[in-house]
């Protein structure tokens, strides 16, 4: 679609260019009007379309240097594991596994996660990439709840169970889903080079 409507957009700037006198009559000024604005704009709206859907794959999360390791984590072979455990028990799409737990923070959350997302392509290419990657603000539980909120299996863990008003506080977000003692590891990027991974390609 994208490169259709480019390649559309300049097979029509060709009468133009060679017969400007085109735009002398009502009929070339709508030619012309469509070939240089419609066109061109709705080419360039099919290929943000385009590369906003591809900014939600791992493929693309996991394309700078210093996210590597991240998608990395996603095989560690160990149930611990935060990431790895959703991913390997496709609890999330694998294709879009860092999206679908990270949707405040990405491309497709609100403006200022837009605005962060900028910055994170500046930072890539024109300037220093940090050593650490550190969130913006602490992780929300509302992440988690996209999914697990009201599921059989959430509300009736021992751990959410252990003691009244748990389930509340995970809710209201005063009870952090990452707290020591509940999902404490999630990444372990620092590590997952030396850790065991899950081998994923059948007989690898």
């Not at 009502?26 to 099919?46: D, H, S």
């Not at 594991?81 to 390997?88: I, K, N, S, V």
Request: hydrophobic share 40%.
């Amino acid at each position: 679609m994208m490169i259709t409507l480019f390649v559309l957009a300049i097979v029509l700037l060709l009468p133009l260019l060679v017969r400007p006198s085109l735009t002398l009559q009502r009929a070339g000024r709508v030619y012309a009007f469509l070939a240089i604005a419609v066109l061109p704009i709705g080419a360039a709206l099919a290929g943000l379309e385009a590369h906003m859907e591809r900014s939600k794959t791992v493929a693309f999360c996991t394309s700078c240097h210093l996210m590597q390791r991240y998608g990395r984590s996603l095989h560690i072979d160990d149930v611990e594991h935060l990431a790895g455990q959703h991913y390997q028990y496709n609890r999330v799409p694998r294709e879009t596994a860092c999206f679908a737990c990270h949707t405040n923070y990405t491309m497709y959350g609100d403006y200022t996660a837009k605005l962060r997302g900028l910055r994170h392509v500046w930072v890539q290419y024109l300037g220093t990439v940090p050593a650490q990657p550190k969130l913006y603000e602490p992780f929300n539980n509302r992440e988690c709840l996209h999914c697990h909120a009201g599921a059989r299996s959430f509300v009736e863990a021992v751990t959410h169970k252990s003691e009244p008003g748990r389930l509340l506080a995970i809710a209201e977000n005063r009870q952090s889903c990452l707290a020591s003692g509940c999902h404490a590891t999630v990444h372990d990027a620092a590590k997952v080079a030396t850790l065991p991974s899950w081998p994923q390609e059948e007989g690898k």
